[in-house]
């Protein structure tokens, strides 16, 4: 019985020790996300995508070679409409669904899918 009771005093001991000397930390810590809250108190939800955009331009002449905007929910239609729904990925040996990759996209919220910056053109599709 003195056994257990000397053993639980070094572990309660050495957890004090222990949580002393790491304390100054801590408190910096918290000081440092209490600041950045009250900086930032407002956290806004993901905005609600309503646009597909694609844009490549001409890097020569700075113009606009194609630019596209469509509502998201026609692109959605025209994913349901797809007689092939999962596109076939042959050097990964996958499928990828169309519908559901867009549903995943539209969760995340507006965002950039692809850039591609060439020596001719440059090539942008993202959400909005």
């Known amino acids: 019985m003195k ?8 572990v309660l001991t050495a957890l004090f020790l222990s949580a002393e000397f790491s304390y100054p930390f801590d408190r910096d810590d918290y000081q ?3 600041k950045a809250v009250q900086e930032n108190p407002k956290v806004e939800p993901v ?3 309503k646009w597909f955009k694609v844009l490549v331009v001409d890097n020569k002449s700075g113009k606009e070679k194609v630019k596209i905007t469509m509502p998201i929910a026609l692109v959605e239609i025209f994913a349901r409409c797809a007689d092939n729904k999962e596109v076939q990925m042959k050097n990964m040996g996958g499928k990828l669904n169309i519908e559901e990759l867009l549903a995943e996209l539209k969760k995340a919220g507006p965002l950039s899918i692809v850039e591609i910056n060439e020596e001719e053109e440059t090539v942008k599709v993202w959400l909005e």
């Open 3 to 10: 056994k257990i009771i000397w053993i639980t005093i070094l």
């Open 32 to 34: 440092v996300i209490k």
């Open 47 to 49: 905005k609600e995508v």
